[in-house]
Nanobody, 117 residues
Framework: VQLQASGGGSVQGGGSLKLSCPAS???????????MAWYRQAPGKNRDLVAE???????NYPDSVKGRFTISKNNAKKTVYLQMSSLKPEDTAVYYC?????????WGRGTLVTVSS
């Protein structure tokens, strides 16, 4: 585990949360051209991609979160974010951040998001 995601918590359906993932161990020149992503894993299920920010700046989302989740980054702070809105109970999971620099693959310790109905 090289990164530490934060910002998870309990929220009612329809609410919002913003997850953060500082990548202080990654040098800035690598961070700015990295692929970044957020994944989630619900109990008993596989880890699934929920947001991707490619090195070229393209964002990709599965249909299940499209329009509700937004991935972004701050190069100066070397931090990846996941803004989640209109949360649903099915969004309940442990969320993990991932940064691929091309020479290394960094993962964060997950943060739990619980959405109640």
């Amino acid at each position: 585990v090289q990164l530490q995601a934060s910002g998870g918590g309990s929220v009612q359906g329809g609410g919002s949360l913003k997850l953060s993932c500082p990548a202080s161990r990654i040098i800035t020149s690598e961070f700015v051209k990295s692929r970044m992503a957020w994944y989630r894993q619900a109990p008993g299920k596989n880890r699934d991609l929920v947001a991707e920010l490619t090195s070229g700046g393209t964002t990709n989302y599965p249909d299940s979160v499209k329009g509700r989740f937004t991935i972004s980054k701050n190069n100066a702070k070397k931090t990846v974010y996941l803004q989640m809105s209109s949360l649903k109970p099915e969004d309940t999971a442990v969320y993990y951040c991932n940064v691929e620099t091309g020479s290394a693959d960094y993962w964060g310790r997950g943060t739990l998001v619980t959405v109640s109905s």
